[in-house]
């Protein structure tokens, strides 16, 4: 079973990008420099996207590539070099509980892990070769799901108009005089 | 390839994630160990999908949907760092105690 799984190429390709992935995973969270932290999570996508055209998911890999490393990592970067306080010493960025949060996400791996495995032990992902075309998902979307798909684009629109309503400074009353004034 | 094998990277991405989660004092670092942890997710839609092959890609539109609402999380997430740290000149969640019982 094992000498099986390791003559197939495609397997070794997992093995590559899924220590990849962890470990640059495992660098998002230790990290004490917070851009280099933003930089790991693009290297984690990454890996995660060739794991979905390695599930024959090419349109969710692009959408991932597009979405979270083209636009979300930019909005971090922003947010990141915003909030960096101009003054005073660096604070540590971790906080002095590693070990109970290591064991409880250890725990959960375990939990996860033995599920997955007690389920689905070593069965095989069998018609993996053909890709899901585009057409289909948007069939989908447009058909069966148009109701969500609304939806979430309404979501979105609503996170647009929060975010700038929530992140723009109230004018001071002096400044609300001057801008009255032009 | 069998389907276990990307059910463990997503359990140990997902995982690594809560350990962020819990660890992590900036806020914004607070946010990249939830998009982890909704990468694990995205994963397992896809594995699922790729396992039983439905015929209108259900799981691939969820892990659609999810991206949609990450993209949107993300947004009002950082909003609100950016509004507490106008405020308190600190981006620390551990200071965010005013609610705290």
Redesign the interface.
């Known amino acids: 079973m094992m000498g099986e799984?390791f003559s197939?190429a495609?397997?070794w390709v997992?093995l590559v990008v899924?220590v990849l992935?962890?470990v640059s995973?495992?660098r998002?969270?230790t990290s004490q420099n917070?851009v280099h932290?933003?930089l790991f999570?693009v290297a984690?996508?990454g890996g995660?996207a060739v794991?979905?055209i390695?599930?024959?998911?090419e349109?969710?890999a692009l959408?991932?590539v597009l979405?979270?490393i083209g636009?979300?990592i930019v909005?971090?970067l922003?947010?990141?070099m915003?909030?960096r306080?101009s003054t005073g010493p660096e604070?540590?960025?971790?906080?002095d509980?590693?070990v109970?949060?290591?064991l409880?996400?250890?725990i959960?791996?375990a939990v996860?892990?033995y599920t997955?495995?007690a389920t689905?032990?070593?069965?095989?992902?069998v018609?993996?070769g053909t890709a899901?075309d585009t057409a289909?998902?948007a069939?989908?979307?447009v058909?069966?799901?148009v109701v969500?798909f609304e939806v979430?684009g309404f979501?979105?629109l609503?996170?647009?108009v929060?975010?700038?309503a929530?992140?723009r400074?109230d004018l001071t009353p002096l400044e609300e005089e001057a801008r009255r004034s032009v | 390839?069998?389907?276990?094998?990307?059910?463990?990277?997503?359990?140990?991405?997902?995982?690594?994630?809560?350990?962020?989660l819990?660890?992590?004092?900036?806020?914004?670092?607070v946010?990249?160990?939830v998009?982890?942890m909704l990468?694990a997710v995205?994963?397992n839609l896809?594995?699922f999908?790729?396992?039983w092959?439905t015929?209108?890609?259900?799981g691939?539109?969820f892990?659609?949907?999810v991206?949609?609402?990450?993209?949107?999380?993300?947004?009002?997430g950082?909003?609100?760092?950016?509004?507490i740290?106008?405020n308190r000149?600190?981006?620390?969640v551990?200071e965010l105690d005013l609610m705290r019982w």
């Open positions: 799984w197939q495609v397997n997992y899924g992935t962890l995973a495992y998002v969270v917070l932290a933003a999570l984690t996508l995660v794991n979905f390695l599930l024959s998911a349109f969710v959408v991932i979405v979270y636009a979300v909005l971090f922003f947010g990141i915003i909030t306080a604070v540590a960025l971790d906080n509980k590693k109970p949060a290591a409880i996400s250890l959960v791996f996860l892990a997955s495995v689905f032990g070593t069965a095989e992902l018609d993996i899901t289909t998902l069939e989908a979307f058909g069966r799901f969500p979430v979501i979105l609503a996170a647009l929060g975010g700038i929530i992140a400074r | 390839m069998i389907a276990t094998q990307f059910l463990i990277l997503a359990a140990a991405l997902f995982s690594l994630g809560v350990y962020g819990l660890v992590r004092r900036n806020a914004v670092l946010l990249l160990s998009e982890l990468a995205n994963i896809v594995v999908e790729a396992m092959r015929s209108e890609a259900i691939q539109v892990s659609l949907f991206i949609a609402v990450a993209a949107a999380e993300v947004g009002i950082l909003s609100i760092i950016l509004m740290f106008r000149q600190s981006a620390n551990d």
